[in-house]
């Protein structure tokens, strides 16, 4: 049975997630590549794992994490979908079987706004662990001055943490931002549309999911 490690240790995708990664810096989007899919990765397989989902479960959500960006490669239109299809051949040819493939598969498509829909728990975790990504680290443009609202609003966060309650009903997104670079209406203006799918992932898991600002819930 294919595992996370063993995934993560393969050239080809390696490969593929530098590439679509360099892609996107090309475009000037912020960085798609090993911090992030990894990060993504840890915290959608930690999410499960403090549910109490199988371990199984939990190991599909970190491939899917892992996986999840490199439809950048083909284009950034549609990338959820075109990266669903790179995923299904390259677990395919890693021997994984036919059901661990479709959770993952079904959870990079459907993981980014717009087309987006928490259709299972892999996918609900795959969605908030993406979304919650949000950090100064993030953005590569070094000239303040030339930030764009993605840009400033990605460098204004400082700090991000998805965080359960011990009753397991409350995940809370909280943000550290400085206002120097952003405001929070910023945040809402790009932001708007992950925040009401997170809510919808939320929701698959049995959770309600807040958003909390500066120490401020806004959500």
Known sequence: MLTFEQLKKDAAVRVYIQ????TLRVLGY???CFEHVGRVARIAGDLLSALGYAEREVE???IAGYLHDIGNLVNRVDHSQSGAVMAFRILDRMGMDAAAIADVVSAIG?????TGVP????AAALILADKSDVRRSRVRNIDTGMFDIHDRVN?????????INDGKTVLTLRLTIDTHYSSVMDY???FLERMILCRKAADCLGLV???EINGQSVL
């Open 19 to 22: 590439k679509a990664d360099d």
């Open 30 to 32: 912020t960085e798609h």
């Open 60 to 62: 599909l959500a970190r």
């Open 110 to 114: 459907n993981h980014d706004e717009g």
């Open 119 to 122: 259709v299972h728990p892999i």
């Open 155 to 163: 460098y204004s966060v400082t700090d991000s943490i998805l965080d």
């Open 188 to 190: 809402f203006e790009i």
């Open 209 to 211: 999911f807040r958003l």
